[in-house]
């Protein structure tokens, strides 16, 4: 029998990360053919943009129970160390190590020699507030979720700014849950921010005054403060501007100037010889300096339009007062009589039973979301069926799309019913 030369004949007998990974240029074939900082394996990618940088999921194979039950960690690593983000995120993380407990810990932060990439471990939290609000109707938090997140994210700028660094990314994508192995004590109450990859570190005493020099404007535009549209450095201010944006988004599912980035994203879809000479659409900062408090936060707590306007008087480098900030909402908090510590949520018992559809939406919430939420646990199958089957009938009707909506129904929830609609495709199985 003649033997097979694995050297010579590589096209069955190749390593599979070569064969999924055929570039060496590319992030992935540098972090997939080894052990990264000789001690995480990656098994899942995340994202990896340009090929250049990548976030990954990996186990700890270096703990005491091997690779029979690894821990399960972040990586996110960098072909090119001195990239912007890999710099700002790796000295982020040195700072905040120190001191600040709702980060996630860096396990390792160095240059990997042998893979070529420099690479920052990271513990592995829970699903972010984004995962959560798509769990939701309409993908919107009711009014004591968005005050357990103020209360608990003003607690945690004031934290980082301490430290000397500037967030520069708030998004419900970078706020996240506890992992779940830690005790309920912490982990399913305390909510944790990632990605500190467009932070800054300034020290105000010495630069009291923004920048001379106009900065590249990076990150989440539909966040960012305006002062970052015009590329001015960033202070406290501007995180706490950026949490304003997102308590409105959290609670209304949009922000009034999403309609102007659908238009324009919808003009770049469009073939060029499709396109029609129209007037340019405002900048995303246009919408945002003419917006009023009163749309901003419509139909929320007055404290919301309160905190927005105190943060709005804020110079740069000022620090904000965080207590009388927080303690704004705690009176908001128990004025609605929402129960508990002020600010604490059981987060992952949330998540349970919204993924169980058992979910019964607390005071401060609106007629018009509770009955949303019932018709879509009915939509999925989620509501028992009762002994008279009227459940049964009902989801039927809503599945063959003639469904009735009655006199005297939301125009808004009718709207958003028809709109649904147009959206969902109809499978074998159901909706999908």
């Known amino acids: 029998m003649q033997l097979i030369d694995n050297s010579s004949n590589k096209g069955f007998f190749?390593?599979?990360?070569?064969?999924v990974h055929p570039h060496t240029w590319h992030v992935n074939a540098k972090v997939r053919r080894g052990i990264v900082l000789g001690r995480y394996r990656v098994y899942r990618t995340l994202s990896t943009e340009t090929g250049d940088r990548g976030v990954y999921l990996a186990y700890d194979i270096s703990s005491k129970a091997g690779c029979t039950a690894p821990n399960k960690v972040v990586i996110k690593a960098w072909m090119d160390p001195t990239d912007k983000e890999c710099v700002a995120e790796s000295s982020a993380y040195r700072e905040l190590s120190k001191a600040v407990g709702h980060v996630p810990a860096a396990l390792s932060n160095s240059h990997d020699n042998e893979l070529g990439v420099h690479a920052i471990a990271l513990e592995k939290l829970g699903p972010s507030l984004e995962d959560l609000q798509g769990l939701l109707p309409e993908e919107r938090f009711d009014e004591r979720m968005v005050m357990a997140v103020a209360i608990q994210m003003i607690d945690r700028y004031r934290e980082v700014h301490a430290r000397g660094i500037t967030h520069s990314g708030t998004k419900p994508a970078n706020i996240?849950?506890?992992?779940?192995?830690?005790?309920?004590?912490?982990?399913?109450?305390?909510l944790h921010i990632i990605d500190f990859g467009l932070s800054s570190q300034t020290d105000i005493a010495k630069e009291p005054l923004p920048s001379q020099h106009i900065i590249?404007?990076?990150?989440?535009?539909r966040l960012m403060s305006i002062n970052a549209h015009h590329g001015f450095s960033q202070s406290q201010r501007d995180d706490l501007e950026s949490l304003g944006y997102l308590f409105s988004l959290l609670f209304h599912g949009f922000l009034p100037w999403d309609v102007a980035l659908e238009a324009r994203a919808q003009r770049e879809r469009k073939p060029n010889s499709d396109r029609t000479p129209v007037d340019p659409l405002p900048k995303i900062w246009r919408f945002k300096s003419s917006t009023p408090a009163s749309m901003l936060f419509k139909d929320m707590h007055p404290v919301f339009v309160e905190f927005w306007k105190e943060v709005k008087s804020f110079a740069h480098g000022e620090v904000p007062p965080y207590d009388h900030l927080k303690e704004r909402f705690v009176d908001a908090w128990k004025e609605r009589n929402f129960g508990g510590v002020p600010g604490e949520l059981d987060w992952w018992d949330l998540c349970t039973k919204l993924r169980k559809g058992n979910f019964e939406w607390g005071a401060g919430s609106d007629a018009k979301l509770k009955y949303t939420y019932g018709r879509k646990s009915t939509l999925m199958h989620v509501n028992a069926i009762d002994s008279d089957g009227e459940v049964e009938e009902e989801q039927c009707r809503l599945k063959s799309q003639e469904h009735d909506w009655g006199a005297g129904r939301d125009e808004n929830l009718r709207d958003a019913y028809a709109r649904r609609k147009g959206l969902m495709q109809r499978g074998a199985g159901g909706w999908s």
Request: proline share 4%; net charge neutral; with cysteine.
């Open 14 to 19: 190749a390593i599979i990360e070569e064969v």
């Open 176 to 190: 996240c849950l506890s992992a779940r192995s830690k005790p309920s004590t912490l982990g399913d109450k305390t």
């Open 216 to 221: 590249e404007v990076i990150g989440n535009r």
